[in-house]
């Protein structure tokens, strides 16, 4: 029964229902029907964050079916530079959803990831073999870590999403990154990149499909073209503002939702101070 209930409910879609699904993304009519199409597709298609769970557990076996699709993405020269943390324990997601800017559904999905990117593991090793690992503090390798944390967490997500599940990224977790680490227990070198709900959708609280910029604007083909997309941005914004009715969310352009993020160093909302945190941290950034 478990299974079947975590089991995507997608047959074979018709190519009217996948160009249909395909035009959510970016609502512009400019996609022709597919020529190919499968589950798969239909699936990364299908995504929107989900912020309303269940509080249903999920049934055992299912975290490492989702971190064994984590394990299966391509990571920089196999370092596998990542580690996650799994959290179920109430009042510890309570206590990390006070330290990611009070986001309540942390507290609700039965299940937060804590995506790492861990250089820890093989200072650790290479200290039992006496062997150097000077070059993991420069900033490349930080770099490689990051890399690594998010294409494991988004195929985890993927995997979650066949399944029936739902789930959310949470960068708020890099607001406050040495009481994340403390709570956590990190090893120096060790930097918590983003959390990750998961759970039951609630379906009282479905969401639409967020429309995505126009492929015209960020597809570029041979060379990038910094010409003017003015008309295609002004498109987004009434694209936006209609998503933005129909979910009954606050109307406001994409253009100025961007402004008000990265206004100034203030707008980042603590994570203007990140360079200092990764040094508490133990990342020299070389
Ligand atoms: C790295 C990352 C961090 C994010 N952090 C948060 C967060 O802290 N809280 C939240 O509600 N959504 C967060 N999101 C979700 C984005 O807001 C969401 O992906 C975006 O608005 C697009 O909507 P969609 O995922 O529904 O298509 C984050 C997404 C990413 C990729």
Request: aromatic share 6%.
């Amino acid at each position: 029964l478990e299974i079947e209930m975590l089991s995507a409910s997608t047959s074979a879609a018709s190519s009217a229902d996948a160009h249909a699904l395909l035009h959510q993304r970016n609502r512009d009519g400019a996609l022709a029907a597919p020529q190919h199409w499968n589950d798969v597709l239909e699936t990364i298609l299908n995504h929107r964050s989900v912020r309303g769970f269940l509080p249903n557990p999920l049934p055992d076996g299912t975290l490492e079916l989702l971190i064994a699709a984590a394990q299966s993405a391509s990571t920089s020269s196999n370092l596998q530079f990542w580690s996650v943390i799994a959290v179920q324990e109430t009042e510890r997601k309570s206590r990390l959803a006070e330290l990611a800017g009070q986001q309540q559904f942390i507290r609700d999905a039965p299940l937060l990831l804590v995506w790492l990117a861990d250089l820890s593991r093989l200072d650790r090793i290479a200290a039992e073999h006496q062997a150097q690992v000077d070059g993991t503090h420069y900033l490349e390798e930080f770099i490689v870590g990051i890399v690594d944390a998010a294409l494991a967490a988004q195929s985890a997500l993927i995997a979650a999403e066949s399944l029936g599940l739902g789930g959310v990224y949470i960068g708020a977790m890099r607001n406050l990154p040495e009481r994340i680490a403390a709570e956590l227990a990190l090893p120096p070198h060790a930097f918590a990149v983003f959390g990750m709900s998961i759970g039951y959708p609630d379906p009282a609280r479905e969401t639409g499909i967020k429309p995505r910029l126009p492929q015209s604007v960020v597809l570029h083909r041979e060379q990038y073209s910094s010409a003017a997309r003015g008309e295609a941005i002004d498109n987004y914004n009434a694209t936006v503002r209609e998503f933005q009715r129909e979910q009954g969310m606050r109307a406001i352009d994409w253009t100025q939702q961007c402004f008000d993020r990265v206004k100034d160093g203030a707008a980042l909302r603590g994570r203007d101070r990140m360079r200092e945190a990764l040094q508490n941290l133990g990342f020299e950034l070389r």
